[in-house]
């Protein structure tokens, strides 16, 4: 069965990429474990906390994988000696992942009080404005080099005319 896309459009080329992305969100947005939230800090900021009550420092890895930053909480095995009457706590282990845009850049992460802080930081890039030269029919097909070789070797016009 074929999937219709909206990135099929002639309009959109190179950005396949986004539905792959869009592709990613959909499986992971799935996960409830751990509960997290995501908020704004300044203009170019953001802060994504999530629960993780229970877990320590070495229990927690952050990391980023292409462009998406993945946060992975495993805590070491029971030694057996605890009995437990009843058990609502989770202890299991989590996997969260969070596709981030270009130009975002995770900054730090601390760990407070049973959450999970990572910063992160938009980097706004500075505008760029190129313009393209038109070349000639004859010049569309050669090369760049061919190109220069030729206007070299051309008589100057304007001389002794």
Not at 59 to 79: A, F, K, P
Not at 83 to 102: D, K, N, S, Y
Not at 135 to 141: D, S
């Amino acid at each position: 069965m074929t999937r219709l896309s909206v990135f099929n459009s002639p309009l959109l080329l190179g950005f396949d990429h986004f539905e792959r992305i869009l592709d990613r969100v959909a499986k992971t947005s799935a996960e409830g474990y751990p509960p997290y939230n995501i908020e704004q800090i300044g203009d170019n900021g953001l802060r994504i906390t999530l629960a993780v009550a229970g877990f320590s420092m070495d229990d927690l890895s952050v990391g980023l994988e292409d462009n998406q930053l993945v946060i992975r909480g495993r805590q070491g095995e029971e030694d057996g000696t605890r009995v437990f009457l009843h058990r609502g706590i989770a202890a299991r282990q989590f996997q969260r992942g969070f596709v981030l845009a270009e130009g975002i850049e995770v900054k730090g992460a601390a760990l407070d009080n049973g959450l999970l802080h990572i910063d992160l930081v938009r980097q706004v890039p500075e505008p760029r404005v190129r313009s393209i030269p038109i070349q000639g029919k004859a010049a569309a097909g050669a090369s760049p080099d061919a190109i220069a070789v030729a206007e070299s070797r051309s008589p100057s016009r304007g001389r002794g005319q």
